[in-house]
C-alpha cells in the first residue's frame, strides 16, 4: 500500500535521527535550556529580523495552538478563525476545554479576510448586549490553510492591519509552514511573518522531523510568563535538548526549506498528471495538499493500492467525491509516477 493519506506517516529524515543518536550520550540541562535548542534558536534566527523575539519549542500543532491561545486570551475572550480551521474542527474541542470560544468566520478556500474580521468586532460593540457575549480577543489563521492555499503578503498585511486596529493579535498555525514558504505563489518571508503577526509557529511534525513546533513570539509583551503555561499545559519536555536536536538539523543548512520543496513539487506534479487526465479539482492548491474529484467508481479502485483521504471532504455531486491527496518530505518519487501511471490505465479502460 502506498501512502498518500498524510505527511507525518514516516518517521524523521536520517540526519535528525543521526544527530540524535551522536548526541545521546551528552549530558545537558532540561526544559529546553540547553545547548541544542539554544543553537537552534541561533539558526531560526537567521531567518527572523527582530532582536526581541522569542523562540520556544514545543511538541505538537494542538498542544502549541492551546498553550499559545490560552496564554493570550483573557477569561470571558474568544479567538477568531476560519469555521474551516484545525482549531474549530480537529482539535477535540481543545481550545473550548480551556474556557475560550472559536469564534468562526465562514471560509473560502480556508481563508478568512481583513473585512470579515472587521465586521465581526464591529457587530460584537455595535451590540446592546455585548458585555453579555464573547469578546473577540484575538484572530487565529493557518499558513497554508487546510485546503492547501495560502494567504498572500498583502492578505496577511490587510489582516494585520485591522488586528492592530481592535488591539487583536494575530496567530499564525505554522503546521505546514514550510510548504507555503517554498511554494512557486508565495511573497512571504519568515521574517515578514514576525513583523505581520505577533505569534506563528514553524511546524516540524509535518517536515521531517520526529515531533515538534518551534513558537516564534515577536510580541512577547503579550505574554510574559509563556514558559509558565507550557509546563502548565505539559509542554515543558524534560529532555527538551530532543526538540532542539532535531530543529539545530533542520535549519542547520536550510534543510527544513529542501524538504518542504521536496513535498511541493511532487503534489504539483501530481497536480499537473492528474488534470491532464481530464479530472477538475475542489481548488487550486500550490502546496503539498491537492484535492482532485474523482468518480466513486475511480476511488473504489484505487483504494486497492493507494491510501488516501477518499471520502472525508465532501461530494462534489452524487457520482463524484473530493480526494484529498498529501505528498511529504518523504514520498518516493516513483510512488507518484505508478499513482500517475495507474490512473491512466483506469481512465482509460
Known amino acids: 500500500m502506498i501512502s498518500f493519506y498524510n505527511d507525518y506517516s514516516e518517521g524523521a529524515h536520517e540526519r535528525i535521527l543521526d544527530a540524535l543518536i551522536r548526541t545521546n550520550r551528552v549530558q545537558t540541562s532540561g526544559y529546553g535550556e540547553d545547548e541544542y535548542c539554544e543553537e537552534a534558536k541561533t539558526f531560526i534566527r537567521r531567518h527572523l529580523r527582530k532582536p526581541g523575539t522569542e523562540i520556544h519549542f514545543l511538541v505538537g500543532g494542538t498542544q502549541t495552538n492551546t498553550t499559545v491561545i490560552a496564554s493570550i486570551l483573557k477569561p470571558w475572550q474568544g479567538v477568531i478563525a476560519a469555521d474551516t480551521g484545525h482549531i474549530a474542527?480537529?482539535?477535540s474541542g481543545a481550545i473550548e476545554a480551556t474556557g475560550h470560544k472559536v469564534l468562526t468566520l465562514p471560509h473560502t478556500e480556508g481563508k478568512i479576510n481583513a473585512e470579515q474580521i472587521e465586521r465581526l468586532v464591529r457587530a460584537h460593540y455595535d451590540s446592546e448586549?455585548?458585555?453579555?457575549?464573547?469578546?473577540?480577543?484575538?484572530?487565529?489563521?493557518?499558513?497554508?490553510?487546510?485546503?492547501?492555499?495560502?494567504?498572500?503578503?498583502?492578505?496577511l498585511k490587510a489582516i494585520s492591519t485591522i488586528c492592530h486596529k481592535f488591539h487583536l493579535p494575530l496567530f499564525?498555525?505554522?503546521?505546514?509552514?514550510?510548504?507555503?514558504?517554498?511554494?512557486?505563489?508565495?511573497?512571504?518571508?519568515?521574517?515578514?511573518?514576525?513583523?505581520?503577526?505577533?505569534?506563528?509557529?514553524i511546524g516540524g511534525t509535518k517536515n521531517g522531523a520526529l515531533f515538534g513546533e518551534a513558537v516564534?513570539?515577536?510580541?512577547?509583551?503579550?505574554?510574559?510568563?509563556?514558559?509558565?503555561?507550557?509546563?502548565?499545559?505539559?509542554?515543558?519536555?524534560?529532555k527538551g535538548r530532543l526538540l532542539g536536536i532535531q530543529f539545530a538539523e533542520l535549519f542547520r543548512d536550510d534543510l527544513y526549506f529542501d524538504l518542504a520543496r521536496h513535498a511541493v513539487e511532487l503534489a504539483q506534479k501530481l497536480q499537473q498528471g492528474i488534470a491532464e487526465l481530464g479530472y477538475s479539482f475542489m481548488l487550486h492548491s500550490p502546496t503539498n495538499q491537492i484535492f482532485p474529484i474523482f468518480?466513486?467508481?475511480?476511488?473504489?479502485?484505487?483504494?486497492?493500492?493507494?491510501?488516501?483521504?477518499?471520502?472525508?471532504?465532501?461530494?462534489?455531486?452524487?457520482?463524484r467525491s473530493i480526494t484529498r491527496i498529501v505528498t511529504s518530505w518523504a514520498t518516493n518519487p516513483e510512488s507518484v509516477n505508478a499513482f500517475l501511471a495507474d490512473l491512466k490505465q483506469l481512465t482509460e479502460k
Open 295 to 319: 468518480p466513486d467508481e475511480l476511488i473504489h479502485q484505487l483504494e486497492d493500492k493507494y491510501a488516501c483521504s477518499y471520502w472525508d471532504w465532501g461530494r462534489a455531486d452524487p457520482q
Open 216 to 238: 516564534v513570539v515577536s510580541s512577547p509583551e503579550l505574554m510574559p510568563c509563556f514558559r509558565y503555561m507550557i509546563k502548565q499545559k505539559g509542554g515543558m519536555l524534560a
Open 172 to 201: 499564525i498555525d505554522g503546521a505546514r509552514l514550510g510548504t507555503a514558504l517554498v511554494c512557486a505563489e508565495n511573497d512571504t518571508t519568515m521574517a515578514d511573518l514576525e513583523e505581520l503577526a505577533d505569534v506563528f509557529y
Open 89 to 91: 474542527v480537529h482539535e
Open 129 to 155: 448586549s455585548f458585555e453579555h457575549q464573547v469578546q473577540p480577543g484575538m484572530v487565529y489563521i493557518s499558513q497554508p490553510t487546510e485546503y492547501g492555499a495560502i494567504y498572500s503578503k498583502a492578505e
